[in-house]
């Protein structure tokens, strides 16, 4: 698998700044700037995008799903509620992997859930920046079969 849409949904933007306690020092730029390193080392192509809104992450899925061979998303808290990207993700039927920075197990109840884990193939959870390399990793060992 070559190309690769990689999704961040609210508030991520604010990376390094927010809850830096629980979300890390690293921000956005620098986070996507690994990835472009991780994927021109690869001969990956990526499409990196971020948003706040629901609507955007889902215009951005149905917009890429010629282009794109696999997904990597964090939905931030869309995580826990919403079913429209989770469609969104059944609909394209792209094999897409789930990231979370932090470890959504072990905090607060209501991120114990997750809508949109049962249309991806996995979901990496707590590993910090280094989880969307492991999601990048992923999608590479995948025989380019839908899920
Ligand atoms: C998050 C976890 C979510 O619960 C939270 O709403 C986020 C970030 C993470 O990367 O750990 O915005 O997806």
């Known amino acids: 698998m070559k190309k690769i849409l990689v999704l961040h949904g609210p508030n991520l933007n604010l ?3 927010r809850e830096p306690q629980i979300y890390g020092h690293t921000t956005l730029e620098q ?5 472009r390193r991780y994927a021109r080392s ?3 192509s990526l499409k990196i995008f971020q ?8 215009d951005r899925i ?3 799903r010629h282009w794109a061979e696999g997904i990597v998303i964090n939905p931030g808290a869309f995580t826990h509620y919403s079913y ?7 609909a394209v039927a792209l094999p897409t992997v789930e990231v979370h920075l932090s470890d959504i197990q072990h905090r607060e ?3 114990r859930l997750s809508v949109i884990a049962p249309v991806c193939i996995t979901q990496i959870s707590g590993q910090g920046p280094q989880g969307y390399r492991q999601a990048l990793k992923r999608l590479q060992e995948q025989s380019g079969a839908t899920r």
């Not at 986070?31 to 990835?35: P, V």
């Not at 948003?51 to 889902?58: F, Y």
């Not at 429209?84 to 059944?90: E, H, K, S, V």
């Open 15 to 17: 990376l390094g700044e």
């Open 31 to 35: 986070l996507n700037e690994q990835l």
């Open 42 to 44: 690869q001969g990956l």
């Open 51 to 58: 948003s706040n809104h629901e609507g955007a992450l889902i």
């Open 62 to 64: 149905q917009a890429e």
């Open 84 to 90: 429209a990207l989770r469609d969104a993700i059944a």
């Open 109 to 111: 109840e209501f991120r």
